[in-house]
């Protein structure tokens, strides 16, 4: 057995994500951690919140609450939202958490030690009004290109302009409308990633089993003009991780913040504190520290293709310039977009699925069914309502469910609740058997190398093989001339809705829980062996006949949910 460390790429705080963020990270990762655990391996399944930087301070102060208190509640309802897609973290954290405080100034700390660290004069605009540096964000005024009177100062929204806040024309700041700005020198902090350009361009070269939509990605970031530029690590913000070197305080630092994009990766380490500190677990640091067991641990991360750079070049620099023990990732999933009827999810626009509303609608396993079987793997994806109705309404109502149903029905109709006795196998059962055997083989074959898309659609083929076997050997019909061999059928039918439900918990585990409570059993161990897996429910066990496992959508759902969600077009 091996032990797996997997991270999902973290949410930002600042709102409820929409069905292409779910589907790009969290819903696969919880995938392949379900399977994983399944087959008897240790697994860690970290996730959490990414609370700081300009984006929540703006909501927090749009919804009229304090930032902290914004984001407690913010990641409340993310972690609610995340229960009902029953994605299985073993902790979902918060990158404000007290431990990613603690470990990034020490990261900090150590990279400077290292001499990796170096201190950037730059000029900034300051407000004299509200008393602080303003991100570039927080500046409006009048485009100097195209008149527009409410540009920010990165960006026109208007002609789209890339902007500096020195550029606008009366400028003023948007949080108290004042127009009192000055420039000031401002003092922050560079991580020297061009320093660890050779190290991590050998390292990424080392990782010949990534996909390609990884490491080509990584390598643009490394390679294109002037390659891979150190970074700022600081703010001047309120909002986020005070600036410290370990425990010290960093001369001339004082009042600035940590840049976002500097402890959110730290937080994965801090997530593993944060999961022992809540008595979920003991000796975090054998997942994350090599000198300290982790050493045989496979640490896989899921991400959507955007944040992919700081995840094999940033973060990578920031563990490999401690020169200490971190565990370094192993294997990147990344994926690519899922668009949303013809165009993309917009926030702003309400356009697309957002994720508490999908649950409003449905329960899970028709959107994790739906979504996984269409994961945006090798190249965009897009959802359309008609074939969410086509392929939940076949694969999961016609194919599965319907198996279920007839076989429980009809048993009990002619037999009783009990899985019948008589009979044996014929040519039909040992070819099924074997068939069974081969798709199981290559089913277990995509989940371990994380083949989403064909690990599902091997998954329906396996249902499809119940389907055509109850249709071609009929036990309605043996049973007016053969009871025996109809028993022996409809046996191997019973058990197969256990097998079903254990092969299908990664991707249905609502479903998979109906399926094994109605077969009244609780092996729910992994059919390695086919043959003996089909007699797990011997002859004379007693089951129920569940409700219907799925509903069909139905043509009206279909249209009014496409209007509902259609948002304000442009
Ligand atoms: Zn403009």
């Not at 990279?111 to 570039?136: H, K, M, N």
Request: hydrophobic content about 40%; charged content about 25%.
């Amino acid at each position: 057995m091996a032990r797996h460390l997997i991270t999902s790429a973290i949410p930002y705080i600042n709102g409820i994500k929409h069905l292409g963020n779910l589907v790009g990270s969290q819903l696969p990762a919880d995938l392949y951690a379900r399977y994983l655990r399944q087959r008897g391996h240790e697994v860690l399944f970290l996730c959490a919140t990414d609370e700081h930087g300009t984006p929540a301070e703006l909501a927090a102060a749009k919804a009229g609450k304090p930032v902290a208190e914004y984001c407690a509640e913010m990641h409340d309802v993310q972690a609610r939202i995340a229960d009902g897609f029953r994605l299985s973290f073993d902790h979902f954290g918060r990158s404000s958490s007290p431990q990613n405080h603690k470990l990034t100034q020490a990261f900090a700390g150590r990279l400077a030690d290292q001499g990796l660290i170096r201190e950037v004069t730059e000029e900034q605009v300051y407000s004299v009004a509200d008393g602080r540096f303003l991100p570039d964000r927080y500046i409006e005024g009048t485009c100097p290109n195209c008149g527009f009177e409410s540009a920010r100062g990165d960006q026109c929204d208007n002609c789209t302009k890339q902007l500096d806040p020195t550029d606008l024309i009366n400028p003023h700041s948007t949080i108290s409308g004042s127009t009192e700005l000055e420039v000031r020198e401002t003092k922050h902090l560079y991580l020297r990633q061009s320093f660890l350009k050779d190290k991590l361009a050998a390292w990424i070269d080392s990782k010949t089993d990534w996909p390609i939509l990884t490491t080509s990605i990584a390598k643009k970031w490394l390679n294109d003009g002037d390659g891979l530029q150190d970074r700022g690590i600081t703010r001047d913000l309120d909002w986020g991780i005070p600036v410290k070197k370990g425990d010290q305080d960093w001369p001339g630092m004082e009042g600035k913040v940590f840049y976002v994009w500097f402890d959110a990766p730290i937080e994965y380490i801090a997530c593993a504190q944060e999961w022992q500190d809540a008595g979920k677990g003991t000796d975090w640091e054998r997942w994350w520290r090599t000198d300290k067991g982790a050493d045989d641990v496979r640490y896989t991360q899921f991400m959507g293709k955007d944040n992919v750079p700081f995840h094999t070049l940033s973060f990578p620099a920031t563990i490999m310039g401690t020169q200490e023990p971190w565990k370094l990732v192993d294997y990147i999933k990344s994926f690519n977009y899922l668009n949303y009827d013809g165009g993309q999810f917009s926030t702003s626009r309400g356009r697309g699925v957002f994720m508490d509303q999908a649950l409003e609608i449905l329960p899970p396993d028709y959107w994790r069914w739906w979504l996984l079987s269409h994961a945006p793997e090798t190249s965009d994806a897009e959802f359309t309502w008609e074939t969410f109705q086509q392929d939940v309404n076949k694969d999961l109502a016609d194919v599965l469910g319907n198996f279920v149903s007839r076989i429980t029905k009809f048993c009990r109709s002619k037999f009783g609740e009990t899985v019948p006795a008589g009979g044996s196998y014929g040519p039909a059962e040992e070819q099924l058997i074997s068939d069974l055997t081969t798709r199981l083989s290559a089913y277990e074959h995509h989940l371990d190398a994380i083949e989403v898309r064909k690990a599902a659609a091997e998954l329906r083929a396996i249902w499809v093989l119940g389907n055509e076997y109850l249709q071609a050997n009929a036990p309605w019909t043996t049973f007016k001339t053969d009871s025996e061999t109809a028993a022996m059928q409809v046996r191997l039918a019973l058990n197969l809705i256990r097998i079903y439900a254990v092969m299908s918990a990664p991707f249905i585990p609502d479903a998979s829980v109906t399926m094994i409570a109605a077969m009244q059993t609780d092996d729910d161990s992994w059919p390695g062996d086919v043959a003996a897996a089909l007699t797990a429910l011997p002859a004379g066990h007693a089951f129920t006949v569940p409700e219907n496992l799925f509903r069909k959508i139905t043509d009206e759902e279909r249209t009014d949910w496409a209007e509902r969600f259609a948002g304000v077009r442009d």
